[in-house]
């Protein structure tokens, strides 16, 4: 395959330049442009040198996945760059690695962010991909408060009487319970997009 570099690419975005992001965007990458995008300036160095030493064309920044402005920018900045095709969001972080509150504002309301930034920037035909977990499937949330978190907007879950007393309890419940959302972001944003 011959790549013409004056030619506007697909671009890919990844939000969250991590081992399940980078693994991701190294399969679908050939002949599209990479835009990652992380909090670590670190993370972001080594992964685009090892992406260009490989060959892709691939562009940074710095994000903050908690922070609404942030990943607007972001979304912004990917489709400057061409039509994006693809964005993948592996922000996050486990129950091991941080307290409940913390998952909540990454898991679910970054992921929130996300899928509501790129929901208006991706081009006809393009396709996203949050990775949530097997976890999600392990507390089932009753049918009226995902019916509330449907409706409610995404700068405001936090504030939700569920997530204040029962996703706060500790970081495995808030865990299962955010990659659960990540479920209803995603069908929400399908269905209204
Ligand atoms: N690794 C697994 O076995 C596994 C299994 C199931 C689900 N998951 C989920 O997949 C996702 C990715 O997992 P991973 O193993 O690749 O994690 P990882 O820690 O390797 O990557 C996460 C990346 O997100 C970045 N990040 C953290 N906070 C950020 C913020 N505020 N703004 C922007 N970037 C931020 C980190 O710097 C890191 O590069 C997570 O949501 C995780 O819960 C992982």
Request: aromatic share 8%.
């Given at each position: 395959?011959?790549?013409?570099?004056?030619?506007?690419?697909?671009?890919?975005?990844l939000?969250g330049a991590g081992?399940?992001g980078t693994?991701?965007?190294?399969?679908?990458?050939?002949?599209?442009?990479?835009?990652l995008g992380d909090?670590s300036?670190?993370n972001l160095?080594?992964v685009?040198?090892?992406?260009?030493?490989?060959?892709?064309?691939?562009?940074t920044?710095?994000?903050?996945?908690?922070?609404?402005?942030?990943?607007?920018?972001?979304?912004?900045?990917?489709?400057?760059?061409?039509?994006?095709?693809?964005?993948?969001?592996t922000?996050?972080?486990?129950?091991?690695?941080?307290?409940?509150?913390?998952?909540?504002?990454?898991?679910?309301?970054?992921?929130?962010?996300?899928?509501?930034?790129?929901?208006?920037?991706?081009?006809?035909?393009?396709?996203?991909?949050?990775?949530?977990?097997?976890?999600?499937?392990?507390?089932?949330?009753?049918?009226?408060?995902?019916?509330?978190?449907?409706?409610?907007?995404?700068?405001?879950?936090?504030?939700?009487?569920?997530?204040?007393?029962?996703?706060?309890?500790?970081?495995?419940?808030?865990?299962?319970?955010?990659?659960?959302?990540?479920?209803?972001?995603?069908?929400?944003?399908?269905?209204?997009?």
């Amino acid at each position: 395959m011959i790549f013409d570099r004056n030619e506007k690419k697909e671009v890919i975005a990844l939000l969250g330049a991590g081992s399940m992001g980078t693994a991701i965007v190294r399969r679908i990458a050939a002949g599209r442009k990479i835009l990652l995008g992380d909090i670590s300036e670190k993370n972001l160095e080594k992964v685009s040198h090892d992406f260009q030493y490989c060959g892709y064309d691939v562009e940074t920044m710095i994000v903050n996945a908690l922070e609404k402005d942030s990943v607007e920018a972001f979304a912004q900045k990917a489709a400057v760059l061409g039509n994006v095709m693809y964005f993948i969001d592996t922000a996050g972080a486990s129950p091991h690695q941080t307290n409940s509150e913390h998952i909540l504002k990454l898991d679910m309301v970054g992921t929130g962010y996300a899928v509501d930034a790129f929901g208006k920037v991706m081009a006809k035909g393009s396709a996203g991909l949050i990775i949530s977990s097997q976890t999600g499937y392990m507390y089932p949330i009753p049918y009226e408060t995902e019916q509330e978190i449907l409706t409610t907007p995404t700068e405001k879950l936090m504030e939700l009487p569920f997530i204040k007393e029962v996703a706060m309890q500790n970081s495995g419940l808030a865990y299962m319970i955010a990659k659960r959302i990540n479920h209803l972001q995603v069908m929400k944003a399908a269905a209204t997009t």
